[in-house]
């Protein structure tokens, strides 16, 4: 099987709005996450995480925070990228 990587990206504003949700949303947000992941079964190599404050390499070896909007990943393992876009 291939293994597909799922990128997650959501304007700053989103990730804002996100730091003010309430627990019980957040607990509601995590049970579509553990919905999603139960029928994907073991086709979810790796849930993944959040990602946040990321930073982009400068072509003379320095840094800047990253303005790409890349909030997170999963790892996914299917046959073909169409089976793996059923996933989603």
Same mark, same amino acid.
């Given at each position: 099987?291939? !293994?597909? @990587?799922? @990128?997650?990206?959501? #304007?700053? $504003?989103? =990730?804002?709005?996100?730091? &003010? ?8 947000? =995590? %049970?579509?996450? =553990? $919905?999603?992941?139960?029928?994907? *079964?073991?086709?979810?190599?790796? =849930?993944?995480? #959040?990602?946040?404050? *990321? ?7 320095? +840094?800047? $925070?990253?303005?790409?909007?890349? $909030?997170?990943?999963? @790892?996914?393992?299917? %046959? +073909?990228? &169409? %089976?793996?876009? !059923?996933?989603?």
């Amino acid at each position: 099987m291939k !293994k597909f @990587i799922v @990128i997650y990206h959501a #304007p700053v $504003t989103a =990730m804002q709005q996100m730091a &003010d949700v309430s627990q019980e949303d957040q607990a509601k947000g =995590m %049970e579509a996450w =553990m $919905t999603w992941a139960q029928k994907c *079964g073991d086709k979810l190599v790796d =849930m993944g995480n #959040p990602l946040a404050n *990321g930073l982009q390499l400068t072509p003379g070896g320095g +840094s800047k $925070t990253s303005d790409k909007g890349v $909030t997170g990943y999963s @790892i996914l393992q299917a %046959e +073909s990228l &169409d %089976e793996a876009k !059923k996933l989603l």
